[in-house]
């Protein structure tokens, strides 16, 4: 406390006595630029001995951090300043260990003309808030303020001028640092993969996995353990794989156009209409193949018993790679929150960014094919279990009406994408009903599937009661959304089950259309942004996406409660698709991924509307604490403007 008294003392005395200030701010500006381009405002601080500002990005407790803003009519948009590696040592004035600047330093502040701006000269107004301290005093926090002049030319605006280039803000501390980084990336990675075990987009390849190891460990001369080990890898060799490809293509790329559009390549896949197609054919076929429609013996052809064991185990450890391989892409879907997230490190491009994705991608990977892994031992507890016979044919017919469901999940993607109007939700939903009943009517035998005998009606054991009640269980709520046109929600079901929902069907066709009832700009920021300037509210951005599940859990169960539905009705609402095949949703996802160096959905973030700066920012699916996060940028708003 007595330190404290002091240097409260000393700024007082320092504020009375002296109108000098040991810091030189000046300004410069590339000019001159056209409208659309992006213009690099150039920052110098130039400090005098052993005196110093702090960091703007790197913050302790004590000192104030360096702030930069700008104001132009000519400027539409800014990236975050770019400042260079800050010092991090004791700093004896606060005590502690902070980050700051020292000598002369230079800050970068990227800023985008805006479109509509006409030829001619322009003023920009930058202001620098700061604090400056040596070792035994501080000057109270000033802002000075210096004048730039820009010319606007006549002209289209120059391909390698219209985006913003990302840039490293230092690290700060180095090993301390670098531990942190990857102390987090270790968490996300484990607490991701763990998250995604229970991810519904996982649960339709458990039947093959089931089928095609329970047929391979009838083979004596190949090693079940081994096999186990190569499909892990499969499925952890494609995360890491996709982790390498994406660092490498971003290798020496400072466009953040480019970036982001590999960081963004776990959402390509995973609703890339071909891809999803031939998915959706694939589990038609696995399907048929499990009615015994198609008599394709798979695992049988990969072992082929006519070979010799040694090719005959090549073939089997091949098939389980590449069923690996299978299954991570099925997934994608619903690991990309987490991969995305990785995405994100390696599209920085630097060797650094792709050994930490590395990193990351092999810890996910790993983690994640360890349940499945020994999923596909589980076969070797066949051998205690009795025969083949009824029950195991009766297992495989209910698989397949699985891998129908499943196939109608892929399929709807391409009908979305390519507009062609086959499967909306409704006749989705539909869909699961209609093979839901057939499914209950095979399990208490009213007509036989398969080669399996002595059936007779309404003899149903144990297990076929177990999968009726089950399947009933999932029918209700399937039936109940069905029956709440136009958005085919049930809004009473519980959470699980809706996240399972919203991750087999199409999106509402009407809740777009509801929310800009209810005042949302729908894929409008610029309209959105002058609309939160003009009311004086800060600006709530939803990056959002057409197949993201969380989003729409967010958006029906946490939205509409009256804490945060209190925190929104205080802001300006945006909603921003970044999973379109449009350049505007290439235009957000780019936003996304330049401001906030995210690429995943859902995404939250609170701005102010005058310099487009962030007051908070949070991604994810968040059932607790949403409100008082909105309630937090709102009060930094409104402390800010007072």
């Known amino acids: 406390m007595n330190n404290i008294l002091k240097l409260l003392l000393l ?56 702030e930069i803003t700008v104001n132009s009519s000519v400027v539409g948009a800014m990236a975050p300043v770019q400042e260079p590696k800050p010092k991090y040592v004791f700093d004896p004035g606060f005590e502690t260990d902070t980050y700051y600047h ?10 985008r003309i805006k479109r509509s701006a006409q030829p001619g000269d322009y003023s920009m107004a ?28 006549a002209g289209s605006p120059r391909n390698d001028r219209t985006t913003f280039v990302v840039a490293s803000t230092g690290s700060g501390s180095g090993t301390s640092g670098d531990s942190n980084i990857l102390l987090s990336i270790f968490l996300l990675a484990i607490g991701g993969a763990v998250l995604s075990w229970v991810m519904p987009c996982v649960y339709p390849m458990i039947p093959i996995i089931i089928s095609f190891f329970g047929k391979m460990s009838e083979d004596k001369n190949i090693g079940r353990t081994t096999i186990a080990t190569f499909y892990g890898l499969g499925i952890a060799g494609t995360f890491v ?3 390498l490809l994406v660092g490498f293509l971003s290798w020496g790329v400072n466009d953040a156009a480019t970036q982001s559009k590999y960081a963004n390549i776990g959402n390509l896949i995973a609703t890339d209409p071909w891809i999803n197609l031939a998915l959706g054919i694939l589990f038609i076929f696995f399907a048929l193949w499990m009615f015994g429609v198609v008599n394709v013996n798979v695992a049988g052809k990969l072992v082929n ?18 069923l690996g391989v299978t299954f991570a892409i099925t997934s994608f879907s619903c690991t990309v929150p987490v991969v995305g997230s990785l995405l994100v490190v390696a599209a920085a491009g630097t060797a650094g960014g792709i050994l930490t994705s590395l990193y990351g991608m092999v810890v996910y990977g790993v983690v994640f094919a360890a349940p499945f892994v020994a999923l596909s031992l589980f076969p070797t507890a066949l051998d205690k279990l009795p025969k083949s016979g009824n029950w195991m044919e009766t297992l495989k017919i209910g698989f397949g009406f699985i891998e129908i469901a499943a196939a109608i999940k892929f399929l709807w993607v391409p009908d979305l994408e390519w ?54 269980l999932f029918l209700y709520p399937v039936g109940m959304s069905l029956a709440s046109p136009p958005t085919y929600h049930y809004a009473k079901m519980p959470r699980l089950m809706d996240e399972l929902i919203e991750a087999l069907v199409p999106p509402p066709p009407t809740e777009d259309d509801i929310a800009i009832k209810e005042g949302w700009f729908v894929d409008q920021y610029d309209e959105a942004l002058a609309k939160a300037k003009a009311d004086n509210k800060p600006l709530f951005i939803d990056f959002t996406g057409v197949y993201c599940a969380n989003c729409r859990v967010m958006e029906r169960r946490v939205f509409p409660t009256k804490p945060v539905k209190e925190q929104l009705d205080k802001m300006v609402l945006t909603r921003l698709y970044v999973d379109k095949k449009d350049s505007l949703s290439e235009a957000f996802a780019r936003l996304q991924f330049e401001r906030y160096k995210q690429a995943t959905q859902p995404y939250y973030v609170i701005l102010d509307p005058k310099d487009e700066s962030t007051l908070a920012e949070k991604g994810g699916y968040v059932p607790n604490g949403f409100a008082e996060f909105l309630s937090g940028g709102v009060s930094a708003f409104y402390n800010r403007n007072n």
């Not at 020292?102 to 800023?111: A, L």
């Open 11 to 66: 700024v007082g005395l320092l504020y009375s006595q002296s109108t000098q200030n040991p810091v030189t701010i000046t300004a410069s500006v590339e000019s001159p630029a056209r409208a659309g381009e992006v213009a690099n405002i150039k920052i110098n601080a130039d400090m005098e001995d052993q005196w110093h500002i702090y960091s703007i990005y790197k913050l302790t407790e004590g000192p104030l951090p360096t």
């Open 102 to 111: 020292e000598g002369n330093t230079e800050f970068i502040f990227p800023v």
């Open 126 to 153: 930058v202001d620098v808030y700061y604090m400056v301290c040596n070792e035994r005093l501080c000057y109270p926090p000033i802002t000075k303020s210096d004048t730039v002049k820009i010319t606007i030319e």
């Open 241 to 243: 794989l996709i982790g």
């Open 305 to 322: 018993k006519t070979d010799r064991a040694g090719q005959s185990a090549n073939s089997a450890y091949l098939g389980s790679f590449l």
């Open 419 to 472: 507009e062609i109007g086959l499967l909306p939700r409704d006749i989705v939903l539909w869909s699961f009903i209609i093979i839901g009943i057939l499914l209950i009517g095979y399990l208490v035998g009213l007509y036989k599937v398969g080669s399996a005998e002595n059936i007779s009606p309404f003899k149903v054991g144990k297990g076929r009661v177990i999968a009726i009640v089950l399947t009933g």
